[in-house]
């Protein structure tokens, strides 16, 4: 099995990690800013122990201090986009701002083909279009007051989440992705930590629930889900993997039903279904590249 095929089957366990990602944090019940700080400290906690591992640390070692600059630069922009995605759940239903934030494809895309020059079809476009449509019917319905709003933040979560893949893309072609995760969830965690002292946000006093939704948050859909992310966008195109995660949606829909009580409206509905057959649409017409990459991961 090759790097391009090993990526491929990372991306189906991903999408079921990421896929619990509202659900605790919903459960966590903490002020956003501090718990996209917490899910990015606690995942940098739990990478820690695989640098007792000799390759590790070399791979650490190798890199330049202007590659892990401009890593850590690039993690403001991943960070910027879980305050975006964990504040919209607190205006808007889980169907709602999942859908919409999974909507990250049309803007990688459309940044692919500008920065990274990844060929986008005139297929693709006509798919981007539909889904656009989706989008609109998602971010009209407003069911509970506030959601217009929260439906906007997952709109520009998925911006900066397309941003930060077409990153990670370029990045990770030479970059190993132990060390690329360290470095992620420590300058995330750093770049969180300078805004809760600057806004005066609390970091700590939360009851054992909220500590356990955070943890459970910092495990299960980013140290697990989104490392297998960011292997995959090593070695496929970017929007692809993108496209791969309207899988988070439809299980973060399912499991807010079952566990939250939240049933999504009609109109939700009808617009997450447009999405999901647009999107799908532009995985089918998308070409998938072998990568040549001197990476052992």
Not at 212 to 225: D, Y
Not at 267 to 279: E, K, M, N, V
């Amino acid at each position: 099995m090759n790097q391009t095929e090993k990526a491929q089957s990372a991306l189906l366990p991903a999408i079921i990690a990421v896929s619990s990602s509202a659900i605790f944090i919903r459960w966590a019940a903490a002020v956003p800013l501090a718990a996209a700080f917490w899910r990015s400290a606690m995942a940098g906690l739990l990478f820690l122990p695989l640098f007792l591992i000799p390759r590790f640390r070399r791979e650490l070692h190798s890199l330049s201090r202007k590659r892990i600059g401009v890593i850590a630069a690039a993690t403001v922009i991943i960070a910027l986009h879980q305050i975006c995605f964990i504040t919209s759940l607190s205006y808007t239903s889980i169907a709602a701002s999942t859908f919409l934030t999974s909507t990250q494809p049309i803007f990688t895309a459309f940044f692919g083909s500008l920065i990274l020059k990844e060929r986008v079809g005139i297929k693709s476009w006509g798919m981007i279009a539909g889904a656009l449509v989706g989008m609109a019917l998602i971010t009209m319905d407003r069911p509970i007051e506030g959601a217009f709003f929260g439906n906007m933040l997952a709109v520009l979560a998925a911006i900066l989440a397309a941003l930060y893949s077409l990153a990670a893309r370029k990045l990770r072609q030479t970059t190993p992705l132990v060390p690329f995760m360290m470095i992620v969830h420590i300058s995330g965690s750093l770049f969180l930590g300078l805004l809760l002292f600057v806004f005066d946000i609390p970091f700590a006093g939360y009851e054992m629930k909220t500590w356990l939704g955070l943890f459970l948050l910092a495990f299960l859909p980013t140290a697990i889900g989104h490392s297998l992310l960011t292997f995959s966008v090593g070695f496929l195109p970017a929007f692809i993997v993108s496209s791969s995660l309207l899988g988070e949606p439809v299980g973060a829909t399912i499991l807010g039903a079952l566990f939250l009580g939240e049933v999504p409206g009609i109109q939700t509905i009808i617009g997450a279904a447009i999405i999901i057959l647009f999107i799908l649409g532009i995985v089918r017409t998308g070409h998938i590249r072998v990568i040549p990459e001197p990476l052992r991961d």
